[in-house]
C-alpha cells in the first residue's frame, strides 16, 4: 500500500505536487495518470525517499520508505531510465544490485526470465535497445520480490510486444497481491491496463475512481443526425431531458435519446435521414474533460522548452 497525505513539492515558485492525498491498494493496477509536467515522477520520487516533501507524508507499507530495514523487498521502482555500466552484460548488473540490495542471486535469473531478457542476459547493456533496456529496468524493479511495484512511464520506448508484455506483467504482480503503481500519459494505454486510476494536473488531484467510472462520468453518449429538414426534426425531439445542438445546417448532434427513438420518430414525420450514428465518449475525450483546464500548462512548458 502506497500512502500520500497533504504531499506538497515545491520547486521555488512552482507547485510540482499540491496537497495530494491519496491511497494506493495493494491486489489492483492503479494507473498514475496526468499530462507532462502534472508531477507524477516528483511524486514517485517523494515515495522513494528521492526527494523530500515541502510537507505532507509519502508511506510506503506504512512507513517512510527509510525507515525499511529491506527496502528492495518493499518497493521496486522503475523511474527515468538509470545509468547502467555500457560495458556490463545484463546479468552482472542485476547481480551487483542483488549483491548491493542484500537479495539472493538466484532471483536475478528469474526477474530476467519474468523481463523476457534470459537470451540476452550475456550481452552488454551499451548495445540493447531503448525498449530491452526499459524490461532490464523492470526486471531491477523485480529483484527483491517487492510488495510494492512502481513504474514510472513503463510503455516509454516499447514496441507492441513490449506494450503487451507490462500490461500483463503488471496485471499477474497485481493478482498476486501486489501494489503496482503505473504512471502514464496515455489514458488509451491506463485504460487496457489499470483497474484504478489517480489522475493529476499541476500537481493537484483531479480524480480518484475505478477505470470504468472514470470512462462513464466523463461523457455523454450523443446521437449524431443528418437530414435535409433538420430543423423540423429538431423540433420533434427537444424535450425536458433531451439536448440537441446544430453546428451544421443539415445536421443534429442529440443527448438524451436512443438512435432508434430519433429513427423513429423522423420516419413518422416522413423526414429523410442522410446519417443516424451513436457517438460514444473516447477514452482521450474522457482524460480531456478531466484535465482539460491543466492541459494548457503542457503547451506553456513546451513553448518554453522550445
Ligand atoms: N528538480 C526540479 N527543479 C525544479 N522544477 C522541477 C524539478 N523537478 C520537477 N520540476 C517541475 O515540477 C513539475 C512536475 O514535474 P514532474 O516531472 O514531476 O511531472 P510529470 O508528471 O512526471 O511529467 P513528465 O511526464 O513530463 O515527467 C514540472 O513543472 C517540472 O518542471
Redesign the pocket.
Known amino acids: 500500500m502506497i500512502e500520500l497525505h497533504g504531499l506538497t513539492k515545491r520547486?521555488?515558485e512552482?507547485l510540482?505536487v499540491d496537497d495530494l492525498t491519496v491511497t494506493v491498494r495493494p491486489g489492483v493496477v492503479t494507473g498514475f495518470l496526468?499530462p507532462?509536467?502534472?508531477?507524477?515522477?516528483?511524486?514517485m520520487r517523494m515515495v522513494l525517499g528521492l526527494d523530500t516533501p515541502t510537507s505532507g507524508t509519502a508511506l510506503v507499507g506504512g512507513r517512510p520508505y527509510a525507515r525499511h530495514a529491506a527496502p528492495l523487498h518493499e518497493v521496486g521502482a522503475l523511474l527515468e531510465a538509470k545509468g547502467v555500466h555500457p560495458g556490463r552484460t545484463a546479468r552482472n548488473h542485476l547481480r551487483s544490485l542483488a549483491a548491493t540490495g542484500g537479495v539472493a542471486a538466484a532471483r536475478v535469473d528469474v526477474v530476467l526470465e519474468l523481463a523476457g531478457l534470459t537470451a540476452v542476459a550475456d550481452k552488454r547493456v551499451g548495445g540493447f535497445s531503448l525498449g530491452m533496456g526499459q524490461r532490464l529496468g523492470v526486471a531491477a524493479a523485480l529483484l527483491g520480490d517487492p510488495a510494492v511495484v512502481m513504474l514510472d512511464?513503463p510503455v516509454n520506448g516499447l514496441d507492441p510486444d513490449g506494450v503487451l508484455w507490462i500490461r500483463r506483467l503488471t496485471r499477474g504482480l497485481a493478482a498476486e497481491g501486489r501494489t503496482v503503481f503505473l504512471?502514464s500519459?496515455l489514458m488509451s494505454e491506463m485504460a487496457v491496463t489499470a483497474d484504478h486510476l489517480v489522475v493529476v494536473g499541476r500537481?493537484r488531484l483531479q480524480a480518484d475512481l475505478s477505470t470504468a467510472d472514470f470512462i462513464a462520468r466523463a461523457g455523454h453518449e450523443s446521437v449524431d443526425v443528418r437530414s435535409p429538414r433538420a430543423g423540423e426534426l429538431r423540433d420533434l425531439l427537444v424535450g425536458p431531458d433531451v439536448t440537441v445542438t446544430s453546428r451544421e445546417r443539415d445536421r443534429l448532434e442529440v443527448v438524451g435519446l436512443p438512435a432508434e427513438a430519433i429513427g423513429e420518430t423522423a420516419a413518422a414525420a416522413g423526414i429523410p435521414l442522410h446519417q443516424l450514428s451513436t457517438v460514444r465518449p473516447s477514452l482521450e475525450d474522457a482524460f480531456m474533460a478531466v484535465t482539460g483546464d491543466t492541459r494548457e500548462y503542457r503547451t506553456d512548458?513546451e513553448v518554453t522548452a522550445a
Open positions: 520547486y521555488g512552482k510540482a496526468g507532462n509536467g502534472a508531477g507524477k515522477s516528483t511524486t512511464e504512471s500519459h500537481g512548458q
